[in-house]
Each structure stands twice: as C-alpha cells, then as structure tokens.
T-cell receptor
C-alpha cells in the first residue's frame, strides 16, 4: 500500500495562476481531508469529503474548490492564486468516522509558494 | 468554538531527562484527543489517542477534564524522540482541530 500520495511535492505559482493539487489513497477510505499549514501554525481544515460525490467546507475554504468523483481521488483546486495561499498542503484519509480505532492517515504534503 | 493550544513552540531536553509537552483545549462537548508526531522527512502520523489509554514508544497522555489538558509525557527522553508533536481534538462533526505544534529536541 502506498497510503496517501500527493503531487506535486513543490510548486511555485505566480499571482492569479491556477493549479490542482492531487491526492490519492489506496486504502479504500471513505473520509478524505485537505489541510493547510502556515509557518509556525497548526493544520487548518480546508475541505473534507465523507464519500464519493460528497464534499463540505472546513474552517478555511475560501479560494479553494474540491471534487470527489471516486473513492480514491480528492483533488484540491486553486483558481486564482494569491500570496496568502503560500503554505504546505496536506491531504489525509480515514476509514471510519469515530470509535477507538479512529485515525487520520496523512500524505507527505505539497509545499506551495505564490509570488 | 473549539481550540487547541500548545504553549511551547520548542522544548529542548537532554537524553534521559523527563519530557512533558503541554496541550490545553477548549471544547463545549465531550472531547476526543490525540497526539500526532512528525519525524524528520516523514509524514504526520498518529502517536496515541486518549480513548485507548495506551503507552506508545514510552509516551503517555492523560486527559484532565478539570484542567482541560492533555499533556504528553515520557519519563526518559531518547534522541529518536526528536520531532514535531501536534495535539489534536476531534469534535462531534468528525473534524480535527490541531494545536500549533511543539518541536522537541533531545540532545545527547
């Protein structure tokens, strides 16, 4: 199992450009999440999904869009990149909603710089 | 609104010394708390969860509802414990709120 994979690892964007951050998991997890982590700060939830075709906003959704057409993939779209979106982006997945085995599995992250 | 606070950005100790990484939370419901760890060049991973009352790699954490704390402790730190540690709280909506993290450095 590769677990949660993210591409690209690094990216530099100019202001106003668009891009898609890819996230794929091969664990057949229903729940997937996108976080951003600014320097010296904790992770903040951008969007999440409870299954294919279902997405919802997290704490900081502005400037982003997501889709979930398959169980495996959960891409994050930035339409008009702004310097405030410079951050490290993490994708995560979990197999269950709650209970003693609840755990989120994280990808390696994508470091995005917008200049 | 829920919040997780880790007051120390950096904690530096010598090998063999006790370690306590502090975590305080605010949440109106029944909290479910976790510690996640990120070792150098590795991805973020679960260290332990309060509901399991487990000890992982010598680390323990007790939920203190009166003090709204979930501090992470280890009696004798090892160099391989050096990492970023994040405290996280899960709410009823299945969202995780993370603290700002504490970098633990264990010196030889």
């Amino acid at each position: 199992n590769a677990g949660v994979t993210q591409t690209p690892k690094f990216r530099i964007l100019k202001i106003g450009q668009s891009m898609t951050l890819q996230c794929t998991q091969d664990m057949n997890h229903n729940y997937m999440y996108w976080y951003r982590q600014d320097p010296g700060m904790g992770l903040k939830l951008i969007y999440y999904s409870v299954g294919a075709g279902i997405t919802d906003k997290g704490e900081v959704p502005n400037g982003y869009n997501v889709s979930r057409s398959t169980t495996e993939d959960f891409p994050l779209r930035l339409e008009l990149a702004a310097p405030s979106q410079t951050s490290v982006y993490f994708c995560a997945s979990s197999p269950v909603r709650s209970g003693p085995s609840y755990e989120q599995y994280f990808g390696p992250g994508t470091r995005l710089t917008v200049t | 609104a829920q919040r997780v606070t880790q007051p120390e950005k950096l904690l530096s100790v010598f090998k063999g010394a006790p370690v306590e990484l502090k975590c305080n939370y605010s949440y109106s419901g029944s909290p479910e708390l976790f510690w996640y760890v990120q070792y150098s060049r590795q991805r973020l991973q679960l260290l332990l969860r309060h509901i399991s009352r487990e000890s992982i790699k010598g680390f323990t954490a007790d939920l203190n509802k009166g003090e709204t704390s979930f501090h992470l402790k280890k009696p004798f730190a090892q160099e391989e414990d050096s990492a970023m540690y994040y405290c996280a709280l899960r709410n009823a909506g299945n969202m995780l709120t993370f603290g700002g993290g504490t970098r633990l450095m264990v010196k030889p």
